[in-house]
């Protein structure tokens, strides 16, 4: 006989999977606090690398006066300068993050990473614990 569907699958694997994730999250925050070891991923670029996260209009009104024609040498090598085309189109054509193939620290907590681990949705485990209060509320109402 087939097994019934669960009416809560997401909080029944973070019941099955409690003991495993309390032993890595205990490792985890041992690292993290008593070895003082740090996360760290590598730098993508992203539009604020290009942009110093101005919008189209701040970027044009900071960098105009700083314009250099596009045959300058000095180009890329100063911070700050920006191109005719590079004022035109908001951006410069290269990051300015100053993180090309840098490592840099990784901004998660503990317990989202061992959400990704065990492949656990907690937006839809919060929808499951909602609508079992619920559900409890209504049976102890009637």
Not at 45 to 55: D, I, V
Not at 103 to 123: G, K, R, S, W
Request: aromatic residues 10%.
């Amino acid at each position: 006989m087939p097994k019934p569907k669960s009416a809560t699958p997401a909080l029944d694997k973070l019941v099955s999977v409690h003991d495993q994730s309390q032993v890595c999250g205990e490792f985890m925050e041992w690292l993290l606090t008593k070895k003082k070891f740090v996360l760290c991923k590598r730098h993508v670029h992203c539009e604020e690398c290009y942009t110093m996260g101005l919008t189209k209009t701040e970027f044009r009104a900071k960098y105009e006066d700083k314009t250099l024609g596009k045959d300058s040498v000095f180009r890329s090598r100063f911070f700050g300068i920006a191109s005719a085309k590079e004022l035109a189109r908001g951006r410069f054509n290269a990051p300015q993050c100053g993180a090309s193939n840098a490592y840099v620290f990784a901004n998660v907590n503990i317990e989202t990473l061992l959400h990704q681990f065990f492949q656990i949705d907690p937006n839809k485990v919060e929808r499951e614990r909602r609508a079992l209060l619920e559900q409890l509320r209504k049976q102890n109402a009637a």
